[in-house]
């Protein structure tokens, strides 16, 4: 079977909205873990100090997955980001928030300070999880989106009780994703907190997925468009939950964190499968659906782009895979690190 252009590109977006939201998902667990699991100002340092030279690389997924969709689906981007304006801009100014409180944190020795600026991790990393499962789940729903692929979406065509069970279950992967993270970057009693913390956690992570699941079937289309491929998704995403939970239960920490890794590349890979091939889905009438076909660009553009992707996309991997190596060592609070 030979893809279309049309199709791999659509298959690169969903691979970097996987890769982001893997990476930046431990990202936004440690975030959380902040105020959950980190009991002094010490122990924030070593939280932040986990994430400290790898942070901003995780979120050039994101960056790099924005400009696909802009320049391959002009049409989608076009839509998404107009009817979804409010929170996609929230999303990116707590994004921003983060970096400037990773950067200004250390610049004054005064714990009102410091603690501002924990906060706003907390806050950002909490919330951004929660508005990305927003999206998700109102882009398999359906925004009213017209003829000419013009969206007049209120807030309440996309917070809705489905988005909502969404959000939660997105934000709760997130969380047991960095609380693994912790265990395999950290030593002594704040490893032994984040790792009976996740024992608790993945309960509520399984309760909620399998509640994201059983609303899906009743507020979309997905099973009856793609049912047959997304049973064996849903289904491999239980027992990738199901060991996640034995692992942690035995503290074999590196594999718990590849199991939730698993979890999160699962999740998005189904949202992505049940909207194929739309992009965004219409609740006004299934004709004005945008699809890869009448949102993408030229066929001569796709063309150049790939060529492009193909040729640069090894050296960002590269690199990225060199940083982690580099910074592979566990974090201790001796070693006063400020990043």
Same mark, same amino acid.
């Given at each position: 079977?030979?893809?279309?252009?049309?199709?791999?590109? +659509?298959?690169?977006?969903?691979?970097?909205?996987?890769?982001?939201?893997?990476?930046?998902?431990?990202?936004?667990?440690?975030?959380?873990?902040?105020?959950?699991?980190?009991?002094?100002?010490? =122990?924030?340092?070593?939280?932040?100090?986990?994430?400290?030279?790898?942070?901003?690389?995780?979120?050039?997924?994101?960056?790099?997955?924005?400009?696909?969709?802009?320049?391959?689906?002009?049409?989608?981007?076009? *839509?998404?980001?107009?009817?979804?304006?409010?929170?996609?801009?929230?999303?990116? @100014?707590?994004?921003?928030?983060?970096?400037?409180?990773?950067?200004?944190?250390? &610049?004054? !020795?005064?714990?009102?300070?410091?603690?501002?600026?924990?906060?706003?991790?907390? $806050?950002?990393?909490?919330?951004?999880?929660?508005?990305?499962?927003?999206?998700?789940?109102?882009?398999?729903?359906?925004?009213?989106? !017209?003829? =000419? %692929?013009?969206?007049?979406?209120?807030?309440?065509?996309?917070? *809705?009780?489905?988005?909502?069970?969404?959000?939660?279950?997105?934000? @709760?992967?997130? +969380?047991?994703?960095?609380?693994?993270?912790?265990?395999? &970057?950290?030593?002594?009693?704040? #490893?032994?907190?984040?790792?009976?913390?996740?024992?608790?956690?993945?309960?509520?992570?399984?309760?909620? @997925?399998?509640? +994201?699941?059983?609303?899906?079937?009743?507020?979309?289309?997905? +099973?009856?468009?793609?049912?047959?491929?997304?049973?064996?998704?849903?289904?491999?995403?239980?027992?990738?939950?199901?060991?996640?939970?034995?692992?942690?239960?035995?503290?074999?920490?590196?594999?718990?964190?590849?199991? *939730?890794?698993?979890?999160?590349? @699962?999740? $998005?890979?189904?949202?992505?499968?049940?909207?194929?091939?739309?992009? %965004?889905?219409?609740?006004?009438?299934?004709?004005?659906?945008?699809?890869?076909?009448?949102?993408?660009?030229?066929?001569?553009?796709?063309?150049?782009?790939?060529?492009?992707?193909?040729?640069?996309?090894?050296?960002?991997?590269?690199? #990225?895979?060199?940083?982690?190596?580099?910074?592979?060592?566990?974090?201790? =609070?001796?070693?006063?690190?400020?990043?």
């Amino acid at each position: 079977m030979v893809l279309m252009l049309n199709e791999v590109w +659509f298959i690169l977006i969903a691979v970097l909205f996987v890769g982001f939201l893997f990476l930046e998902g431990f990202d936004f667990g440690v975030g959380m873990a902040m105020r959950f699991v980190a009991k002094t100002p010490g =122990e924030r340092r070593v939280l932040i100090n986990t994430i400290g030279p790898v942070w901003d690389g995780n979120e050039v997924w994101l960056i790099t997955a924005g400009g696909a969709m802009f320049a391959a689906f002009p049409n989608w981007y076009a *839509t998404l980001f107009s009817g979804l304006y409010m929170p996609l801009v929230i999303m990116l @100014l707590l994004l921003i928030g983060r970096g400037v409180a990773f950067e200004f944190r250390s &610049k004054l !020795d005064n714990p009102k300070w410091r603690d501002t600026w924990d906060w706003t991790i907390f $806050v950002s990393s909490l919330l951004n999880p929660f508005l990305w499962g927003v999206v998700f789940a109102a882009l398999m729903a359906g925004l009213p989106i !017209d003829s =000419e %692929m013009n969206i007049y979406a209120s807030l309440f065509d996309y917070i *809705t009780p489905y988005t909502l069970i969404g959000a939660i279950a997105i934000t @709760l992967l997130c +969380f047991l994703h960095g609380l693994f993270f912790i265990t395999l &970057k950290t030593t002594g009693d704040l #490893q032994n907190r984040a790792r009976e913390t996740a024992k608790k956690v993945v309960y509520a992570v399984g309760i909620a @997925l399998v509640a +994201f699941v059983v609303a899906s079937y009743f507020y979309t289309d997905i +099973f009856e468009v793609r049912g047959a491929v997304l049973i064996p998704i849903f289904a491999l995403i239980v027992v990738a939950v199901i060991f996640a939970r034995s692992f942690a239960l035995k503290s074999r920490d590196g594999w718990a964190f590849t199991m *939730t890794g698993l979890t999160i590349a @699962l999740t $998005v890979t189904s949202v992505f499968v049940g909207l194929f091939p739309r992009v %965004m889905v219409s609740s006004i009438n299934h004709a004005f659906d945008l699809t890869i076909h009448n949102a993408a660009s030229g066929p001569y553009s796709l063309k150049v782009m790939t060529i492009v992707a193909v040729t640069l996309i090894p050296f960002v991997l590269g690199y #990225q895979i060199w940083s982690y190596y580099v910074f592979r060592k566990r974090v201790k =609070e001796e070693e006063h690190l400020e990043y």
